[in-house]
């Protein structure tokens, strides 16, 4: 769940062996399988939608497992569920190694240069599932996206860049990207004042520091939102948790 979406951790490690031709194609056909979001429909009459984004290394089937699990789907039975896998791609942070990633990481400082034609072109991926949504009746109230570290960085920079105020974001173990464009990036923000936005946060994440997020805290703050909260959570790393 949470642990197994660590930055460092390289899922696809095994693409630079050299394969076989049959190895290959079982590879290619595990890739495809793992593109492909992992949706549940409402049990109920389908009057909402939660789109949940992923870390780096991981996909989403192993959210579809954790929501199960903490009993949040079981809880609403009107809410369709939707987990993307984001694409394969070589990242920086990890040698250059092909893993699942929204978008590329360069390092982890905090003046490290980002990679803006990534996390844009995730943003818009996010928005076109929402406008998905959209179309087949759901209103954008009624519609809430998150994302676990790198994925909830992009729910925040869609939510805030998106031309309709949604139901709300989660952002766990996160931070907002590309932080220095706002708030001119911001996109329709004076209808956005009461767009509920949550984060979370763990004081002892070695990778996404308290600190950057605790930046994230101030950024969003000063742009106005006034249903804003940031909860942390002591002894916690970059993972997940339980706790209220």
């Not at 994230?216 to 942390?232: D, L, P, V």
């Amino acid at each position: 769940m949470g642990n197994s979406c660590s930055t460092t951790w390289p899922l696809n490690h095994c693409l630079n062996a050299p394969r076989t031709s049959s190895q290959s194609e079982d590879q290619n056909s595990i890739l495809k399988t793992m593109s492909e979001p992992v949706i549940l429909p409402a049990s109920d009459k389908h009057t909402a939608t939660v789109i949940f984004l992923h870390g780096l290394g991981d996909f989403g089937g192993s959210w579809y497992d954790a929501f199960k699990a903490y009993q949040i789907v079981k809880a609403l039975p009107y809410v369709k569920f939707i987990f993307p896998t984001a694409p394969v791609r070589k990242v920086t942070l990890n040698m250059g190694l092909a893993m699942t990633s929204w978008f590329d990481i360069l390092g982890l400082d905090q003046n490290v240069k980002e990679d803006e034609e990534g996390i844009e072109k995730s943003s818009i991926f996010l928005k076109e599932l929402i406008e998905s949504e959209i179309i087949n009746g759901i209103s954008p109230d009624r519609i809430i996206i998150g994302g676990f570290s790198m994925g909830g960085a992009i729910a925040l920079h869609a939510a805030l860049t998106y031309a309709h105020t949604l139901g709300g974001v989660v952002a766990l173990s996160s931070w907002l990207p590309l932080a220095s464009t706002f708030p001119d990036a911001l996109v329709s923000g004076g209808k956005k004042v009461n767009l509920p936005i949550l984060q979370c946060h763990g004081t002892e994440d070695p990778l996404v520091q308290l600190k950057w997020a605790r930046l994230t805290e101030q950024a969003i703050k000063s742009m106005g939102f006034k249903q804003y909260a940031f909860r942390e959570y002591h002894d916690m790393d970059h993972s997940t948790c339980d706790r209220v």
